[in-house]
């Protein structure tokens, strides 16, 4: 069974700092992987997926993530964190046809 | 274009009742899922519809059902309420075959229940 691993489950930082949540995911086939995320008040949206090709994938307002494979890693990656990031992350798995699995999120908050 | 409308809102009931939640899909979705999300848990899978088919089930007990509907609508319903069923229950719409084929879940606001 697919599963996924969210290890930091709550981040502070000040604005303008560099960002990087972890996820792993333990499958051994071939997987698919995304990140949502659910802004205060908001339902959940997609922030990025990986399918195949490029392993460093953009998303938006200027998120990425980059898949490696040896590793099982899809970690989630911003340069400059603002104030508006603030936001409950999830990344999530899915293997086959298999609905997507989510990970336990991760708390950020950005402090101005 | 509508999202993804889900009734009620917020509900509350108390141990041993029943509970049934509706989800109506963007239009054109006929992919629907559910998840139950709590506190430290995050997202945990209930099940997943296609064209009125049950395509994929997580590992919740038996208490847990759903059905989709010919116009894509889909209901759950939880028998027998316990304590720990307190959640928000979300459901999803996908385009095409579903979101792990195309990618992506569009997500309602969810029903938030309180299980007294």
């Known amino acids: 069974a697919q599963s996924v691993s969210q290890h930091n489950h709550h981040v502070i930082l000040s604005e303008a700092a560099s960002l990087e949540l972890g996820c792993n995911y333990s499958?051994?086939?071939?997987?698919?992987l995304f990140w949502y995320v659910q802004y205060p008040g908001q339902h959940l949206q997609l922030l990025l997926k990986?399918?195949?090709?490029?392993?460093l994938v953009k998303g938006i307002k200027g998120f990425e993530a980059e898949f490696i494979k040896s590793k099982f890693s899809f970690n989630l990656r911003k340069p400059s964190v603002q104030w508006s990031d603030t936001a409950e992350y999830f990344c999530?798995?899915?293997?086959?046809?298999?609905?997507?699995?989510f990970g336990s999120g991760t708390r950020l908050q950005v402090q101005p | 274009k509508a999202g993804v409308t889900q009734t009620p809102r917020y509900l509350i009931k108390t141990r041993g009742q029943q509970v049934t939640l509706s989800c109506s899909p963007i239009?054109?979705?006929?992919?629907v899922s559910w998840y139950q999300q709590t506190p430290g848990q995050g997202l945990q899978f209930l099940f997943e519809?296609?064209?009125?088919?049950?395509?994929n089930k997580g590992n919740f007990p038996g208490r847990f059902s759903g059905r989709q509907f010919s116009n894509s609508r889909s209901e759950m319903n939880v028998s027998t309420l316990e304590l720990g069923d307190s959640a928000l229950y979300l459901c999803?719409?996908?385009?095409?075959?579903?979101?792990?084929?195309?990618?992506?879940?569009?997500f309602g606001e969810g029903s938030r229940l309180t299980v007294l």
């Open positions: 239009s054109g979705h006929r992919s």
């Open positions: 499958y051994g086939g071939t997987v698919n």
């Open positions: 999530a798995v899915s293997a086959g046809r298999r609905a997507l699995t």
């Open positions: 990986y399918f195949s090709g490029d392993p």
């Open positions: 999803a719409s996908s385009p095409g075959q579903g979101a792990a084929v195309t990618g992506e879940l569009f």
């Open positions: 519809y296609f064209s009125e088919t049950q395509r």
